[in-house]
């Protein structure tokens, strides 16, 4: 198993580049059929989300899509600061559209629950999540439920796959947990 040091915390591997293989492709696989002769639109919520986004949208089997980019903000550090800054907004018309939010994890779900608000403000025909991670006991929005989960987890703070520190260490190509300051 390997470990890192960042920030003055001890991290453990906790999902291996194959496991994480295997959780994409199983995505990627629900998508596909649930998206067959469909043109959905995928926004990619950076920075967390561009890993697995590029992994998943490689995996999709014969379906016919278009990808944008939202950079929003609610973390800094360990903790969600509660409040959703947008930093690059959305770019692409999503009226009469069939959505899909990818999503690095959802843990309060309180990006998700403004993002698919926005995106029903704006028109689009459907919103669904697709998200690496899930934490479905910090879930506070209902609606915010990722459709498509890679793995749920537990409380854990977790980097590497696009998760970030502080912004470091999103090119980590596993999954670690916090396991002690």
């Given at each position: ?16 580049p ?8 199983q995505?990627a ?40 980019f ?18 690059v ?54 609606d ?35 396991t002690?300051?």
């Amino acid at each position: 198993m390997r470990t890192i040091d960042e920030q003055g915390y001890h991290f453990e591997e906790w999902f291996t580049p194959d496991e994480i293989a295997k959780d994409v492709k199983q995505v990627a696989k629900k998508i596909s059929k649930d998206y067959q002769g469909k043109e959905p639109l995928f926004v990619v919520v950076l920075n967390g989300a561009f890993v697995f986004a590029s992994d998943l949208l490689r995996a999709l089997d014969n379906v016919r899509c278009e990808v944008t980019f939202i950079r929003v903000s609610s973390y800094w550090g360990m903790s969600s600061t509660g409040k959703l800054e947008f930093i690059v907004p959305l770019q692409q018309v999503v009226e009469n559209r069939d959505v899909i939010i990818v999503e690095d994890i959802v843990d309060t779900g309180l990006t998700i629950h403004q993002l698919k608000e926005h995106m029903r403000g704006l028109g689009a025909t459907s919103v669904r999540v697709a998200s690496m991670l899930f934490k479905p006991t910090k879930l506070e929005y209902a609606d915010a439920k990722p459709d498509y989960i890679g793995h749920e987890i537990s409380e854990e703070f977790v980097i590497g796959y696009g998760l970030d520190f502080d912004g470091f260490v999103r090119n980590l190509d596993a999954i670690y947990k916090v396991t002690e300051h």
